[in-house]
Each structure stands twice: as structure tokens, then as C-alpha cells.
């Protein structure tokens, strides 16, 4: 494994005349879109002077605050960017601090901008992660959708139901990029957008203040959704708003081609009873809870 020094070429294009001109090399960085909708990586331009390793200025300009206040960094506040190196046509790019503390969304998110922001370079077709001397799996170009798999087959669409203010539920369109061979990390960007709330002001959140995503997965048509003690101590116990969470939890969770019934869990235990609500069978779309 040798320390990135390739690509200098680029760099070389600096002196030798380049459309950047005297404000350098251009570099395009990704960054997600606010609340992932419009596009899971949208692009800035950079300028990289010359000085260093162009894959490195990449990676430290994908942690800085983006231009477009529509954007924001992938890098969450307990990781940052180490260094860059290449094994071949594949691109490492070390990740200081807590970055397994990313899942669901918000890790497909900061692997799809980091894939597109490395593979831009001559010579790198994959890209995988050294997260505390950990390597992930290497990522090329199949493992990224370019549509949404069975669900909307013309665009990369899901839906997340929130309440409204005449006391219904309502979707809105969340625009994403996920890996087809992980279903499960579909079932948890719902539920982690779900929790998050909605992004229009004229949606109401659904999800009790404080609750925390454990665990969700699908097992012959029925998704089981883990949720933190907060989703019933938190709850304000109102049967109406419990049956538009309820609602919305399942007509989300069930738009999926593998999910039929949603079963609550609270701390790992089957939730039973919700605000008045019997959930000793699991819910189904299309019913009332």
C-alpha cells in the first residue's frame, strides 16, 4: 500500500494552463442534500493550489461547511478525516474518531459522497474506509443505485408519512440513494427520517420527543421496529395521536415490497398496548390500528 503521490499530473495542469486558471485545479466535493431530499450528493467546486495531495484536500474539504445552505458535510461532529492512501484502484480513505457510530441513512449518505468524491480521480474505481483500523468492504459503482429498487421505477423515491394539522397523515418525498443487496438500511432510513421529522413546515412530527431507533429488520412479510423507552414514556397519551404514529410507522415501513405487517418493539420487548391501542397482532396496511 503506497502513500498517494499519483495524480500530480493534475496538480501539474496548474503550470501548464488549465480552465481553473490561477485559482487552481478544479475538484468537485460532495455533500448531502438538507434532509436527504433532492439527491443523496450534490457537488461544490474546489480549487486545489498544488500544494500536497490533491485526494487528501478532497477529503478535508468534504468536512468543511459546504457554500449552498441547502447542503450539508457527510463528516458528523465525532469523526473527522485522517489521511488518503491507494492499494491498487482503490482508494482508503482514513477516518479519525467515531465513525462506527454512523448507520442507517446517515452512513449510506457519507459513503455515496465519499465514493463520488475519490473515483473523480484518474486511476480510482473503489473506495472503502479506514475507520480506526477497521477497512470496510470496498464500494465501486455497482454497489450505488441509480433508481430505487421496486418502488418507484423511474426515480429514487420513498415516501414518509407525517401528521397534519387536520389531524390526518400525509407523505413526503424523500429522494435517496441506497444499496439494493441492504433492505434493511431502507427500513432504517424510514424510521431514522420518521424520528428526524418532516422537512415541511406544513407536516407535524409524529414520533414522541426522544426516541431512539434500536433495531429494525423484515422477516417473512412482518418488519420489526425496535424503538427506545422514550416512544411510550414520552408519549403524550393521546389515543388520536397515537393512532396517526401508528399510521404513519406502518404506511411508511410497508410501501417496501418485503414488509406486509410492522411489529413495535420498546427495549426489546413486544409493545402490546399503545395509548389504547391493541397491538397484540402485528399492524397491516390498509388497517386501522
Known sequence: M??????FCAAALLFGGCSGGERGVPVSVYYASQGYKGGAALPETRYFAGEGDIMLFALREMARAPEDSGRKSVFGESFAPGGVTVDGD?????????YASLSGAARVAFNYALFLTLTQFEGVAGVCVDGGGELSPVMREGDFLSRAPGIVPSQQDILLYFATAQGEIASETRRVVLRESESAEWYR???????AGPVSSRLLPVMP??????????????????LSG????????????ARLTLLAIVNSLTQFPGVSFVRLRVDGEDLLAYCGHDLTAPLQSGAEP
Open 90 to 98: 482503490v482508494a482508503i480513505a482514513e477516518i479519525a474518531g467515531d
Open 2 to 7: 503506497t502513500r498517494v503521490c499519483a495524480l
Open 189 to 195: 432510513y424510514v424510521m431514522e427520517g420518521l424520528i
Open 230 to 241: 422514550e416512544f411510550v414514556t414520552a408519549s403524550d397519551g393521546d389515543y388520536q395521536n
Open 209 to 226: 420527543p426522544g426516541t431512539r431507533l434500536l433495531s429494525v429488520g423484515a422477516d417473512n412479510k412482518v418488519c420489526g421496529v425496535n
